[in-house]
């Protein structure tokens, strides 16, 4: 479970608090997740492929946290992102699928029937999630997951060129078109806090997700 308060800027601003929080639980600031240093990670074909196993199973299925944020948010301002995020999705989605397969069969170890049954829970709580009836919670859960792909998207890519795969720029929205969105929803104090809870989840599942994929890189190379 993620400890860490909700930031909060002078003015309450919605896409800071949001940002903040990326920065703060995000890939990128997860250890065993982190590409900008020599990464045990990376360095690791068997890593790569467990990696790429179990992020199949979180986000490789259709509808995702996307698809489903779409059929759940009935504010204009958002229709434009969330095409083209759940059509930018798609084409990720069939990219990691494809990283996966390359990748090879899941690197054999102890718990495996755990480990599957764990990031298996992960998803459904994602689903349930993303189908929230409390208004900019899957919004808020959408707008995490695309400002944390980025971060994830390096890992897929790191695997991608391992196994002879050249990647494609990604088409997701951007990070400034996100949070500029973040912002025109979080309007008001009651959708502010449903968009943080939706991002704070999202993010603890994909904290969840690394934790595991490190306890299991250690359990196979002990140190």
């Known amino acids: 479970m ?3 308060a909700v930031p909060r800027s002078s003015d309450d601003d919605i896409s800071e608090i949001i940002a903040a929080l990326v920065a703060a639980d995000g890939t990128a600031a997860h250890v065993y997740a982190a590409v900008a240093q020599p990464s045990v990670l990376i360095s690791s074909l068997p890593n790569l492929a467990d990696a790429a196993h179990y992020l199949c199973i979180l986000h490789g299925r259709h509808p995702g946290v996307i698809d489903h944020a779409a059929t759940r948010t009935a504010d204009n301002a958002a229709r434009p992102w969330l095409l ?5 999705f798609a084409t990720e989605r069939a990219f990691l699928t494809q990283v996966t397969v390359a ?3 899941v690197p054999s170890t102890t718990g495996q029937d755990q480990c599957d049954a764990t990031v298996l829970q992960q998803r459904h709580a994602l ?3 993303a189908q929230s009836d409390r208004r900019g919670c899957a919004m808020g859960a959408a707008i995490a997951l695309v400002l944390d792909w980025r971060a994830i998207r390096k890992i897929l890519e790191a695997a991608a060129l391992r196994v002879g795969i050249q990647p494609h720029p990604s088409m997701l929205p951007s990070s400034s078109a996100t949070l500029a969105l973040a912002k025109e929803l979080g309007a008001d104090e009651h959708s502010t806090r449903a968009l943080t809870f939706g991002a704070r989840q999202l993010l603890g599942q994909h904290r969840g997700l690394w ?3 490190q306890a299991r890189a250690s359990v196979r190379n002990p140190a």
């Open 127 to 129: 689903d349930m999630l």
């Open 103 to 105: 990748a090879g069969p």
């Open 211 to 213: 934790d595991l994929l």
């Open 2 to 4: 993620m400890n860490t």
């Open 84 to 88: 083209q995020a759940a059509n930018a």
